[in-house]
């Protein structure tokens, strides 16, 4: 329950974070396009963890350093 919590809390404080960085940029009056570089500036990162944590599970360390033999590989 505390993990729910922890990543409920986490992931709203990212997109209270992202909003407040484009209303500062739309309160001092920067460009449209400045506004935008900043929010897909702030999402950019979000979406790179999504779609890594859709793939395969990483590999173990030992999976990396040495081969993995099969049965039919002797």
């Given at each position: 329950?505390?993990?729910?919590?922890?990543?409920?809390?986490?992931?709203g404080a990212y997109v209270a974070t992202l909003a407040l960085?484009?209303?500062?940029?739309?309160?001092?009056?920067?460009?449209?396009?400045?506004?935008?570089?900043?929010?897909?500036?702030?999402?950019?990162?979000?979406?790179?963890?999504?779609?890594?944590?859709?793939?395969?599970?990483?590999?173990?360390?030992?999976?990396?350093?040495?081969?993995?033999?099969?049965?039919?590989?002797?």
């Amino acid at each position: 329950m505390l993990n729910t919590m922890r990543q409920s809390w986490v992931v709203g404080a990212y997109v209270a974070t992202l909003a407040l960085m484009v209303a500062i940029s739309l309160a001092v009056e920067a460009d449209l396009s400045t506004t935008v570089f900043l929010f897909v500036l702030g999402v950019t990162p979000a979406i790179v963890i999504a779609v890594l944590a859709g793939g395969a599970p990483s590999p173990t360390p030992a999976e990396i350093l040495y081969r993995v033999r099969a049965r039919t590989d002797r």
